[in-house]
Antibody, heavy 120, light 106 residues
Framework: EVQLLESGGGLVQPGGSLRLSCAAS????????MSWVRQAPGKGLEWVST????????YYVDSVKGRFTVSRDNSKNTLYLQMNSLRADDTALYFC?????????????WGPGTLVTVSS | DIQMTQSPSSLSASVGDRVTITCRAS??????LNWYQHKPGKAPKRLIY???GLQSGVPSRFSARGSGTDFTLTISSLQPEDFATYYC?????????FGQGTKVQI
């Protein structure tokens, strides 16, 4: 059974940093691209970032480019999202998601999310 | 960026009703479209892939069709556990984008 569990969320001041983690199990983590998707309070889903299976290529939505960095440790079956220069509009529930094998951008399994609140 | 527009934004329905949600893309995405179900406090769940493929384990009352720019998700007979928010999402090109969601409520 595929399981994804995010952690690392919390309250941070504007301009601060936070690192999210996503522990994966139930599949061959190193074979799949992985993604982060967020949901701001009362809003819909927004894709944030994707990293391919090897970690060689990464993709970001424009609003986080230069501030967020996605990475992975295939030996630990863990996905990360380093978030710097956080802003109030980064406040959201952050989900990690497993991409399909055939084509990235198709999220077939998701975690329950971790909440990030950016506020002074 | 490809804009995804869903309609309606919300709907009220009863158990047993047939429900249809529409999703329109701002340009052709062929069949690179997914549908997700999301309940508060839970992980989103993919229902449909490649515009019409039923995800393993998803009940057959869910169906979807479409290609190009116009897509629909249909629930043939609404069940109590189906009350949730539904999102379409294009995987044709980055940034991957979602519709604004359709909340299905009693």
């Amino acid at each position: 059974e595929v399981q994804l569990l995010e952690s690392g969320g919390g309250l941070v001041q504007p301009g601060g940093s936070l690192r999210l983690s996503c522990a994966a199990s139930g599949f061959s983590f190193g074979n799949y691209a992985m993604s982060w998707v967020r949901q701001a309070p009362g809003k819909g889903l927004e894709w944030v970032s994707t990293i391919v299976s090897t970690g060689v290529s990464t993709y970001y939505v424009d609003s986080v480019k230069g501030r967020f960095t996605v990475s992975r440790d295939n030996s630990k079956n863990t996905l990360y999202l380093q978030m710097n220069s956080l802003r109030a509009d980064d406040t959201a529930l952050y989900f990690c998601a497993k991409d399909e094998l055939i084509r990235i951008g198709n999220f077939d399994y998701w975690g329950p999310g971790t909440l990030v609140t950016v506020s002074s | 960026d490809i804009q995804m527009t869903q309609s309606p934004s919300s709907l009220s329905a009863s158990v047993g009703d047939r429900v249809t949600i529409t999703c329109r893309a701002s340009q052709s995405i062929t069949t690179f479209l997914n549908w997700y179900q999301h309940k508060p406090g839970k992980a989103p769940k993919r229902l449909i892939y490649a515009a019409s493929g039923l995800q393993s384990g998803v009940p057959s009352r869910f169906s979807a069709r479409g290609s190009g720019t116009d897509f629909t998700l249909t629930i043939s007979s609404l069940q109590p556990e189906d009350f949730a928010t539904y999102y379409c999402q294009q995987s044709y090109s980055t940034p991957w984008t979602f519709g604004q969601g359709t909340k299905v409520q009693i």
